[in-house]
């Protein structure tokens, strides 16, 4: 198993243009999510999803959109980017056990820098 | 609101020196809380759960609902223990997690 993919690996972008971070899992969780990682500030969430069909924001949503139309991909969309919007940006998958969170399992990350 | 407190940004020790990561939280609730760890060039990985109660590479938190702790702690720190650490709460019923600012901690030979 890979376990949870993310690509790119980096990424430099203009301001005001747009791109889509992929994030894929291939062990069946039906839970996924993007946080943002900042120096200093630790792993804020993005958004967060569910089950496919099903997301909802976190602590810093503005600025990015998410969908889930399969319960293996959850990609992030950067609608126009700001150099506000540079960071690293990691995915995450998860299952429950019995309601409660269990271990959340990483991607490798995507450093963005926004010019 | 939910928050998770790492007071120490760094911490340097020898080898052999006695660890403490400090995690405090705030929350209304029972939360879930988590121990991750990120070593060099590799992705965040669990490192302990409080619900599991184990020790794992030597570390081991107690979950102190009292003072809304979770240190993190090994008696003999080891060079390949350099890394940073997280502390983390997950909300009950949530699969979310707050994360605290992260502690790096250095092991020195």
């Known amino acids: 198993n890979a376990g949870v993919t993310q690509t790119p690996k980096f990424q430099v972008l203009k301001t005001g243009q747009s791109m889509t971070l992929q994030c894929a899992q291939d062990m069946n969780h039906e839970y996924m999510s993007w946080y943002r990682q900042d120096p200093g500030m630790g792993l804020r969430l993005i958004h967060y999803s569910v089950g496919a069909g099903i997301t909802d924001q976190g602590e810093v949503p503005n600025g990015y959109n998410v969908s889930r139309s399969t319960t293996e991909d959850f990609p992030l969309r950067l609608l126009s980017a700001a150099p506000s919007q540079t960071s690293v940006y990691f995915c995450?998958?998860?299952?429950?056990?019995?309601?409660?969170?269990?271990?959340?399992?990483f991607g490798q990350g995507t450093r963005l820098t926004v010019v | 609101a939910q928050r998770v407190t790492q007071p120490e940004k760094l911490l340097s020790v020898f080898k052999g020196a006695p660890v403490e990561l400090k995690c405090n939280y705030s929350y209304s609730g029972s939360p879930e809380l988590f121990w991750y760890v990120q070593y060099s060039r590799q992705r965040l990985q669990l490192l302990l759960r409080h619900i599991s109660r184990e020790s794992i590479k030597g570390f081991t938190a107690d979950l102190n609902k009292g003072e809304t702790s979770f240190h993190l702690k090994k008696p003999f720190a080891q060079e390949e223990d350099s890394a940073m650490y997280y502390c983390a709460l997950s909300p009950t019923g949530f699969q979310k997690l707050v994360f605290g600012t992260g502690t790096r901690l250095l092991v020195s030979p």
């Open positions: 995450a998958s998860s299952y429950s056990g019995e309601g409660r969170m269990t271990e959340a399992f």
